[in-house]
């Protein structure tokens, strides 16, 4: 089945910085791949996702980029702020036919700490 | 308003005891799957349905028993709860999870005592 690594597992930078996190995928026919956002506390909760016939995709200050052939996908936050501190799970979809199960399988987590 | 909502938020419960956790969706969403959170661990799935009479096992199923006698409902039973299954669960739905991703329920904390 689909095996999803993420890191680092914490991260931690200056406000106003750019922060990176970065996954790689094992199951070549993965084709969706998601960003959470888990406020503490709180539900995870979508906040970009991207398919696998786009190379990169940008919603106001997050981006998220992916290389098919490497198997590996980034989140890319610009001009952090205090609220953009949470976890982020990153996130590949997985079906029977791959050898999992049907959904999506995801990272163990970035906890990403926004210093002032 | 379209929502997942679990029932309930918490739960403290003793060993052995049986008990269900609910899940209810407004969205006519025909996949629905569990998941449980773990520290360290990130979120791994339990079980999932594709559709109604529809189950099957995700990652972590041993313990678990799931049913899906209606579109908008998928209870989560633990017929004999152990320490081992104390931990933050999460409901989910989609269209096609595989293409749409999830949207998630608030959440039920379960202690095992």
């Known amino acids: 089945g689909e095996n999803v690594e993420q890191h680092p597992s914490t991260l931690s930078v200056q406000e106003g910085d750019s922060a990176v996190i970065k996954c790689t995928y094992s199951d070549s026919a993965s084709n969706y791949f998601p960003w959470y956002k888990q406020e503490l506390g709180k539900r995870p909760q979508l906040i970009i996702d991207?398919?696998?016939?786009?190379g990169e995709k940008k919603d106001q200050r997050i981006a998220v980029t992916l290389n098919k052939t490497a198997k590996h996908f980034s989140l890319h936050i610009t001009e952090t702020q205090p609220e953009d501190s949470a976890v982020y799970f990153c996130?590949?979809?997985?079906?029977?036919?791959?050898?999992?199960?049907?959904?999506?399988?995801f990272g163990k987590g970035t906890h990403l700490i926004i210093q002032p | 308003e379209a929502q997942v909502t679990q029932n309930p938020r918490y739960l403290i419960t003793v060993t052995g005891k049986k008990l269900t956790v609910t899940c209810s969706q407004n969205m006519n969403h025909e996949y629905m799957s569990w998941y449980r959170q773990d520290p360290g661990l990130g979120l791994r799935q339990i079980y999932y349905s594709m559709n109604v009479e529809v189950t099957d096992k995700g990652d972590v199923p041993e313990g678990y028993k799931v049913s899906r006698k209606e579109k908008r409902n998928f209870p989560l039973i633990l017929e004999s709860p152990s320490p081992n299954q104390t931990s933050l669960y999460f409901c989910?739905?989609?269209?096609?999870?595989?293409?749409?991703?999830?949207?998630f329920g608030s959440g039920t904390r379960l202690t095992v005592v």
């Open positions: 989910a739905s989609s269209f096609d999870a595989r293409i749409y991703g999830y949207t």
């Open positions: 996130a590949a979809s997985t079906s029977q036919s791959g050898g999992g199960a049907d959904g999506l399988t």
């Open positions: 991207i398919r696998s016939n786009v």
